[in-house]
């Protein structure tokens, strides 16, 4: 009776998720897409269809590499008796699948690294590498951005006169940047970090936001040399950090590159370098937005990128644009959580 209720209680949890995600797509489309007065009739849009496919290409082809960069990491830091490599590509697969689902639906971005550490412990991973290669990861991808960021910037005046767009993104990069420089700082520094850290907890418990102070501290400490010591591990293997900042510059390059086929799929007629530049600049713009995938936001700053379209065209390009930048990663979360709902059903074993 009790299993029967468990189960039940499993399917109905399954059930809500999914329609917790339809719900996430329709509301942001909604509130994206919901003026679309002006938007022409799409049987009355010429599109060239065959020019979507560099896009659907370039938009895998930064998910294979996002990928590979995980199952890199993992290979030169899991113990190679470990059972979990065999499947490295499927832990790879699933781990970036959630960062990017959590990513996109919770504030600034910040849900996508918890969901993948817990995803990488329980798939066999030690706690330690666990915790270190999604952190890693992101990272290096933002550096990987950083990198391109500074070179667009200085050949920005070269495609916009818009001195408030670029202020702007400069603002978000330096938003952008701050986390790799804590983090350098945390690896590099644990001890002047846990003092810092001390004092934060200090002050939470002195407001009665924390009760057990010393326990508290002890665990802040402990966390932080933990991670210093996994991080100055792949710092340590020669070459693999330096890959995978490599390896993140060519996911941003192939992710920058898709509104310049989209434009040029609906009658745009834009040089690829200005449409990149331009890509680059007002994504870094709307990176310090603290909405779910920067929904409100992105869509009006990427109006600049796609303004070269007639007011007709630009709400259906801005729509793909939209699907492949944010809608196909709350998609691809749903049919995940199927797959491991119906993985489970398969192996009882597996539920733990």
């Known amino acids: 009776m009790f299993k029967k209720i468990k189960a039940s209680r499993k399917i109905l949890l399954t059930l809500v998720f999914v329609l917790i995600n339809i719900a996430v797509i329709a509301i942001t489309a909604f509130s994206e897409f919901g003026n679309s007065e002006n938007a022409a009739k ?23 590499i996002e990928i590979y960069k995980y199952v890199l990491l993992m290979r030169k830091t899991v113990d190679k008796s470990n059972s979990a490599l065999k499947n490295a590509w499927k832990i790879a697969r699933r781990t970036i699948i959630i960062g990017k689902y959590y990513d996109n639906i919770t504030p600034a971005a910040i849900g996508g690294q918890p969901f993948q550490i817990y995803h990488m412990n329980k798939s066999g991973l030690p706690s330690g590498i666990a915790t270190t290669i999604p952190i890693i990861g992101m990272i290096s991808g933002q550096i990987g951005f950083i990198l391109i960021a500074l070179i667009c910037f ?20 330096i938003f952008y940047a701050f986390w790799p420089i804590a983090v350098l700082i945390a690896t590099f520094l644990p001890k002047s970090t846990a003092e810092i850290i001390n004092l934060g907890v200090k002050f939470l418990a002195k407001i009665h936001v924390i009760k057990d102070r010393d326990k508290a ?14 991080v100055k591990l792949i710092l340590k293997t020669p070459g693999l950090f330096l890959k995978t900042i490599l390896l993140s510059v060519g996911f941003h390059i192939l992710i920058s590159s898709i509104p310049f086929f989209v434009l040029t799929a609906f009658g745009g007629e834009v040089g690829f370098a200005s449409c990149f530049i ?10 310090f937005i603290p909405t779910p995938g920067n929904a409100g ?46 993985e489970k059903r398969r192996h009882p074993e597996l539920q733990k």
Do not use: Q
């Open 42 to 64: 799409f049987s009355d849009i010429h599109i060239k269809w065959w020019m979507l496919i560099p896009a659907i290409i370039a938009f895998l082809g930064a998910l294979t």
């Open 297 to 342: 936001a992105a869509e009006g700053t990427f109006y600049l990128v796609f303004s070269a379209l007639s007011s007709g065209y630009v709400f259906w390009a801005m729509l793909f644009w939209r699907f492949f930048s944010f809608y196909s990663y709350i998609i691809a979360g749903g049919i995940f959580y199927l797959e491991m709902y119906l």
């Open 278 to 287: 331009l890509t680059v600049a007002v994504t870094s713009a709307v990176y």
């Open 217 to 230: 501290i002890k665990k802040a400490e402990d966390g932080v040399n933990e991670y210093a010591r996994c």
């Open 154 to 173: 200085l050949l920005a005046s070269t495609v916009t006169n818009n001195a408030t767009l670029i202020a702007t993104a400069c603002f978000g990069l």
